[in-house]
Every structure is written in C-alpha cells, then in structure tokens.
C-alpha cells in the first residue's frame, strides 16, 4: 500500500496562530523535493525500522512525522540526509537519487539541507557562536556575515545573551534551541527537525515554531519535523503522518480535508 | 579568498590545539634536517676537494740518472703511447735544486753545504684529468717504474684511496642520515597529524554531518604538514649556516678549511633541501589523512 500525502491549500500557523501563508499548490503537477519510493531500512540481524515506506513533501511544505519513539523516525530523517542507506528502495532529494550521488556531492547536499539531531551533536567545549558558525563556515561564508546571520538567529529563538556561552554550559532546553539555529544557518532549502521540542517549555516551543514559519515565509524553506509533541502539530493544517512500526500512514486525527490520500 | 582565509584560521586552530606536539615535531624535523645537511655539507665539500686533487694529480718518476736530450722525445712517445697525457716534465738534478731552493726562500741557506746534484733527476707525468680511477693511476705508475732509469715512482694514489675511502665512508652516513630524515619526517608528521585528528574528532564528525567538503577539512591539515616541513627545514638550515659561520671564522686563514675550500651548500640545493623536506612532511600529512580520515 502507497501513500501520497498532498499538500494542503491553505496553509496555517502551526501553533494556534491563525496567519495564513502564501502557499497554494498543485501538489499533483509539482515535483517533490523529497521523494521515497518504498523504502525499507533493515539493521542488522533483522530489526525492521522502516517497511515499505513512499511518501513525497514538496518544496515549501511544512511537513509532521510522528510516532511513538522507535517508530523510525529518526531513521527516515538519516536517511534523507544520507547518513544511513536504505536497505530496500528510492530516495531522491530535489529530483536526484542518492544512492547515486558521489561523496563530494552528498557534502554539497548537506550544506542546503539543515539538520537539527535529537542529541543535538554539539561541541561543549566550544561557545554557542562556534557552534553555530560552524554550519556557515563550511560553505566559506564570510565572518560579517555569519555573525550577523547568528546574532539574527539568537534573537529569534531568545538566545542573544548566551552567544558567547560554552553550550556545555546551557541548559538541554538551550542546547536544543542552539542546534536549531545551527540547522537554520544556512537558509536550509530543507530542515530535517528531530524531536525540536522535546526539552523545551510552551514558551521555547512558541520560539521554534516561530523560527519555522519565519524560515518557512523568508526561505520558502521544505520543513520537516519529527515529534511526539502533540502540541506543535495538534492546530495545524499541515500534513501530518505517522509512523508506526516502520509504515507509514496518514494520522489517525487529521481531517480528510487536510490529509488526502491515494493510492499508488 | 574566505577559502583560504578560512585554510590559513583552521590551521592556525589546529597548531594552537595541539602545540605542545607541534613543537615537538618541529624539534624533530630540525634536527633531522640538521643532521642530514651536516653530513651532506661535509660530503659534498670532500666531493669538490676531491675532484680538485685529481685535478692537481701528477706522477713522478724519480731516475737514477738523468736521461740525455736526444732520448728524451723516445720516452716520451713511450708513456704518450700507454695513456693520454696531459704534459710530461724532465726535470734535472739542477732544476730540481733550484726549485727546493726557491720553495725554501730564506731558508735556503740550509742548502750550502750541500751540492746542486744532490736530488735526484726526474720526469714528472699529468695524466689527463679524466683519470681519476685509482686503479689507472696505479697502473700508470706500475708502467712508469719499467721505463729506463726509473727508481721510484711517487703517484700519491695511497693518500688519493684513504681519502677515497673516507668520502665512500661519508656517502653510507649521508646515506643513512637521508634516510632517518625521511622516517622520521614522514612518520612524526603523520603521528603529529593522527593526534590532530583524534583531538578534532568530535568536531570532524559534525562537520561532516554539516557538509563539509574533503578540501574543507583536508586542506588545512596538509597545510599544517606543509608548514612543519617549511619551518623545520629553514631552522636546520639556519642553524647549519651559523654553525658553519663560527667554524669558518673560528679555523679561517691557511688550515684545514682553506685546504679543502669548505663551502657552503648553493643557493639551488638549500632550496632543494627545503623544498625536499616539504613534500616529506607534506606525504607524512597526506598517509595520515587517508588513513584516519574518513569523508
């Protein structure tokens, strides 16, 4: 069974805010920027983490993946970005396979894609503008601008007083604001989003989801998020699948008027 | 340029994070290079002063009476017709002693009481300058010991074969220095470089999640092999040349130095050795980047 979400027509803030976006799309005659054609991911000796998994998100989408933890969620996510391969299946990202990608060209792909890790990967020992300059200074941006980028960031997501902090002295709630904006750096054509909010209080949560609508609006930016915060996605009109046991399905609350599906 | 800018601040970091190491393997890479470059300084002016001595080779046939006017053309011929020939000298008695005498200038008076047949008459032989074997020169002088009136032959050809020897001696140490300097050249970088990486490995592996190209992180750890090459290799020149400096103005005037016309190296082959001492180091970086890095 194949399940191909389209995107809504009209879009909304996801927590609460009623501002609509300027988004309306023909999801049927776009072409997605991430495109999964039953894909299987299967770790060794045989724990089946994804089965059989299809699914597109189009560019400019804001794009919810739940599940219960060890749902696969995290895997799908490596697996857009390419830190895993897929046992089984395809997988393109802005209309390339990347089982045929040269390693140089995966590197390429990493620099547009931003990528907030659910252990947050970041170097303690290094301030919070380090760790963010990191992801801008891999593709050679320039000192001015990436502490104007940064400072942009942290004030986004109300960090401006910790930037010159070591991260390994902020709190998970800080560090996990931290990766974000380490992720949201570079303008990410595509933010890969594991578990944002997992340590954050409703206030940091309101800080995120604002950055994703500014990224979403500024950028036209494809976000996807992996969560189990019912909170984040629980108002919106985005789509919103969940995965279960390594499938994929449309959530069982959404409204068929926001989550059509189809058969393949 | 925010390319390079970047290259020269990372390797910039990367020295700063490890510089106990670093220094280290500077200390290593410039006594390396000074060890080498001493023995190859030494050998490469006892190669010139050789080359000089065979320049200035010459046989002499000491006779036992001098050979008259009209025979001389025939003797001649003779050791023409062994082996080329620069010139050939028949020097006499008398010759012989007005040459000692104008050797010894004001201490010629030691020669009044003795008469001007005193020495004996000679032939003095230059072979031409491409004879430099010592097995030639040996057979030279076997041949000129046959010609008539010969007494003794002196050639040198014993001093000319230690010395020979001695320069054989030297080429196994520059040898042997040459190749120290290549090991550990190669495998203290590549050590200093995996010590780099493993301090860097936390932030390796981020970047290579936040998509880093090879060049990004490669780039500036070749560079810092580069720059330990450089460094370590101008500082053992540098201390070599001010070593020779002090020798030179310690032991100047007629002596040992100005026997053999010590020099030092030319400009060519101290960049040579500069630049030889670069790819070394730059390899070492290179072994350790392929093999501890993985992009």
Same mark, same amino acid.
């Given at each position: 069974?194949?399940?191909? /979400? ?53 560019? /400019? ?7 219960? @933890?060890?749902?696969?969620? #995290? ?11 897929? #046992? =089984? ?29 659910? $252990?947050? =990967? ?28 940064? $400072? ?11 930037? $010159? ?28 989003? $594991? ?9 940091? #949560? ?21 969560? !189990? ?6 108002? #919106?009109? !985005?789509?919103?699948?969940?995965? =279960?046991?390594?499938?994929? @399905? ?15 | 340029?925010? *390319? ?11 020295? %700063? +994070? ?38 200035d080779?010459r046989l002499i046939?000491y ?6 006017? +009209? ?8 050791? %023409? ?8 000298i028949f020097v006499s008695r008398t010759e012989a002693f007005s040459r000692l005498s104008a050797q010894l200038d004001k201490e010629k008076d030691v020669l009044n009481d003795l008469g001007p047949d005193f020495l004996p008459p000679s032939i003095e032989?230059y ?27 002196q050639?040198g050809?014993?001093w ?15 040898? &042997? ?9 190669? *495998? ?39 720059? +330990?090459? *450089? ?13 020779? +400096? ?8 007629p002596?040992?130095?100005n026997l ?19 790819? &070394? ?8 980047? %392929? ?5």
């Amino acid at each position: 069974m194949y399940y191909y /979400g389209l995107a809504v027509i009209r879009r909304v803030s996801p927590v609460g805010s009623k501002k609509v976006f300027h988004m309306p799309r023909d999801a049927s005659t776009d072409k997605p920027l991430v495109e999964l054609v039953n894909v299987a991911k299967i770790y060794p000796p045989d724990i089946v983490a994804l089965e059989d998994v299809s699914l597109r998100i189009y560019k /400019g989408e804001i794009f919810f993946l739940t599940g219960m @933890s060890g749902a696969g969620k #995290t895997t799908l996510i490596k697996l857009i970005c390419r830190l895993e391969t897929p #046992t =089984r299946g395809l997988i393109e990202v802005a209309g390339r396979d990347l089982s045929r990608i040269s390693p140089a060209g995966i590197q390429r792909m990493r620099q547009k894609i931003g990528i907030a890790y659910q $252990d947050f =990967r970041l170097l303690e020992k290094q301030t919070v503008l380090q760790n963010i300059a990191m992801a801008m200074e891999v593709t050679y941006a320039s000192t001015k601008a990436i502490h104007a980028r940064v $400072d942009e960031l942290l004030a986004l997501l109300n960090l401006s007083d910790k930037r $010159d902090k070591l991260t390994g002295e902020l709190s998970r709630g800080e560090q996990q604001r931290v990766a974000l904006a380490r992720a949201a750096a570079n303008g990410p054509s595509l933010l890969l989003a $594991d578990e944002p909010t997992g340590n954050l209080d409703p206030a940091a #949560t309101e800080l995120v989801i604002n950055l994703f609508r500014h990224l979403n609006e500024k950028n036209g930016s494809t976000i996807v998020v992996a969560t !189990h915060d019912k909170s984040i996605y629980a108002e #919106t009109e !985005h789509r919103v699948m969940d995965l =279960r046991k390594g499938h994929l @399905s449309a959530h069982p609350n959404r409204a068929p008027r926001q989550i059509e599906l189809f058969e393949a | 340029m925010h *390319f390079l800018a970047y290259i020269v601040r990372q390797t910039g970091k990367n020295l %700063r +994070q490890t510089w106990g190491t670093q220094v280290m393997t500077l200390l290593t890479v410039t006594l390396s290079v000074l060890l080498f470059a001493f023995f190859f300084l030494i050998y490469t002016n006892m190669l010139r002063a050789s080359a000089r001595l065979g320049d200035d080779l010459r046989l002499i046939v000491y006779l036992d009476q001098e050979i008259p006017e +009209q025979k001389r053309p025939e003797i001649e011929k003779k050791i %023409r017709d062994f082996g080329p020939v620069e010139k050939i000298i028949f020097v006499s008695r008398t010759e012989a002693f007005s040459r000692l005498s104008a050797q010894l200038d004001k201490e010629k008076d030691v020669l009044n009481d003795l008469g001007p047949d005193f020495l004996p008459p000679s032939i003095e032989v230059y072979p031409l300058k491409n004879l430099q074997d010592l097995t030639k020169i040996s057979q030279f002088s076997d041949f000129l010991l046959t010609l008539p009136h010969a007494a003794k032959v002196q050639s040198g050809s014993d001093w000319l074969r230690r010395f020979g020897d001695f320069t054989n001696l030297l080429q196994v140490v520059v040898l &042997l220095s040459g190749v120290l300097l290549i090991i550990s050249m190669t *495998f203290i970088i590549s050590y200093t470089l995996r010590l780099t990486v493993v301090s860097r490995q936390g932030e390796l592996e981020i970047l290579r999640l936040l998509g880093a190209t090879s060049a990004y992180i490669r780039l500036p750890l070749l560079l810092e092999g580069m720059l +330990q090459g *450089f460094l370590g290799s101008s500082l053992g020149l540098g201390a070599l040349y001010l070593l020779y +400096q002090w020798i030179a103005s310690r032991f100047s005037g007629p002596g040992f130095l100005n026997l053999f016309d010590f020099a030092f190296f030319p400009p060519e082959l101290t960049a040579a050795i500069l630049l030889a001492s670069v790819v &070394l180091c730059t390899g070492g970086s290179l072994f350790s980047i %392929r093999r501890f890095i993985r992009i």
